[in-house]
């Protein structure tokens, strides 16, 4: 039954069908996913975290302590100062003692950013760099793995084929693999869900971004707009934020910024996105305004109401839009 499957998937890819004809992702699929989730049902089936990634140039460890120490109990690992908290470079042993280190601070991890995984060498390669990340996902006791997606219109076969053989392995291990907008092919919701249509296994989803939609569009792109295009595949969303000046006509974009500060409607969004199907599932913070630890921390503490306050409906959306 297993190898059926898997032909059946390759088939997929060759003739360019898309999953939605056949019912293989929607939004039964992405509600199934999310229901396996063993994250506790906080604010009405939404978890709120923050990502390592505003802490970058500190440790890991660090990272965790002003997570934990925000209120949040849900941790992504992104960045820290000596890189990727957890890469390709991990070992199963290192990714265990992260994964243990957040749980001693109270931490669940949603999501691990493990950045490539070698598909641009060949096929085979591909696949044996995503195992690789889906055992130090389980190890480190994450949710999902979270694919940033490829630019190069060479490498976009190869890529989606490793990740279209990997699915069920990352089933097995109880991990999802979660795409992200983030620029090159998989830039605004279409791409996206011509991708996650592509592959075609209900254990590949979309985390929504929509500073990324604002980022990459150079500011022309609103995902109030965007977000229809995504409904039916969304089990997640990097909450982020994007504000923009022009320069001698050239954009100045930034989204190192905090939730419900720049230009991003999120109750619009999350209206939109609700719609279409994500009625629950791990809301986490990707970046916060810049400052000193006390007023990143601070700014930690006021982004996590903000996203609370989202989800209690408590926030109006913005009228001027």
Known sequence: ??????????????????????????????????????????????????????????????????????????????????????????????????????????????????????????????????????????????????????????????????????????AEKHIGLVLKPHGGLNATGPQCRKTIERVGHKSFTLWYDPGNIFYYSDGKLDPIEDAPSVAGIVSGMCVKDFTMTVEDGKPSKVVDVNPGDGRVDFPAVMARLKKGGFTRGPLVIETLAPGSLPERLAAARKARLFVEALVAGKLAQDSDR
């Open 1 to 170: 039954m297993k190898q059926e499957h898997s032909v059946t998937r390759r088939n997929l890819l060759k003739t360019g069908l898309s999953a939605a004809a056949v019912g293989i992702v929607g939004p039964r699929a992405v509600a199934a996913v999310a229901a396996t989730s063993t994250a506790p049902a906080e604010a009405g089936g939404w978890q709120v975290g923050c990502f390592t990634r505003p802490w970058g140039e500190q440790e890991w460890p660090a990272a965790l302590d002003a997570i934990a120490e925000a209120g949040f109990k849900h941790a992504g690992l992104m960045t820290s100062k000596t890189g990727l908290v957890i890469s390709l470079a991990t070992s199963v042993e290192e990714a265990s003692r992260i994964g243990a280190e957040a749980r001693k601070r109270g931490l669940e991890i949603p999501s691990v950013y493990g950045g490539g995984f070698d598909a641009e060498r060949s096929l085979e390669a591909g696949i044996a760099g995503l195992r690789k990340l889906i055992d130090n996902c389980a190890a480190a006791g994450s949710k999902t793995l979270m694919l940033g997606g490829t630019g190069d219109a060479n490498r976009y076969d190869d890529y989606y084929k490793a990740v279209a053989e990997t699915c069920d392995y990352a």
